[in-house]
């Protein structure tokens, strides 16, 4: 069964499955005028979002769902077979996840997958300290005087009254205690 996507994309899909002798038991723009045969499919193809959250409503018959998109489902499918093939996939690919899916298995393409595993950004103020900006900042926190970093650190006076000037302004607060705290709590400070 094929849901949603223009008549252009469904007409291509049927073209990709037909190679592969697949029957296509029904396909239209929305899923609205199929529900009643949602009972009689293995597998829907949706070629949109559009008609997922309804599709997630049924609970009588639970036919695996393999949508056709760039990015992850919201909400994502539970309790059923389910996929996410990109929209650049190639035949074999598809054909290949229809028999994944009927066998009860769940498909990402490796793009999807992606962005499932893709390390965590940093955080944006994590980004804007530099590395001595950070060192001043620990030693803020063990409630070290200006002259006492600048002779820790081996730098002017002058020098440390920048990073501090620079540490207020990049973490958005007006006093050393209010950086310490800040920093503190963005994990910042090693205790």
């Excluded at 093939?85 to 035949?91: E, G, I, L």
Aim: aromatic share 4%; net charge negative; charged share 15%.
């Amino acid at each position: 069964m094929l849901i949603g996507g223009t008549t252009l994309t469904r007409a291509g899909m049927r073209s990709v499955l037909a190679e592969y002798e697949a029957e296509i038991v029904a396909a239209a723009p929305t899923i609205e005028p199929l529900i009643e045969q949602l009972g009689v499919v293995d597998v829907v193809i949706l070629l949109d979002d559009q008609a997922l959250p309804l599709l997630l409503q049924q609970t009588n018959d639970q036919p695996a769902i393999l949508l056709i998109s760039q990015e992850l489902p919201h909400p994502m499918p539970q309790q059923r077979a389910w996929g996410v093939v990109s929209t650049d996939a190639y035949p074999q690919e598809i054909w290949a996840s229809l028999q994944a899916l009927q066998l009860g298995l769940c498909v990402l393409s490796p793009t999807i997958l992606a962005q499932i595993h893709s390390p965590p950004q940093p955080e944006p103020w994590d980004t804007q300290l530099s590395e001595r900006e950070h060192e001043v900042l620990q030693l803020l926190a063990e409630g070290l005087t200006n002259r006492q970093i600048a002779q820790r650190l081996i730098i002017s006076e002058h020098t440390v009254k920048f990073h501090v000037s620079a540490l207020l302004s990049k973490l958005d607060v007006s006093s050393r205690t209010e950086a310490i705290r800040v920093g503190a709590q963005r994990g910042l400070i090693i205790w």
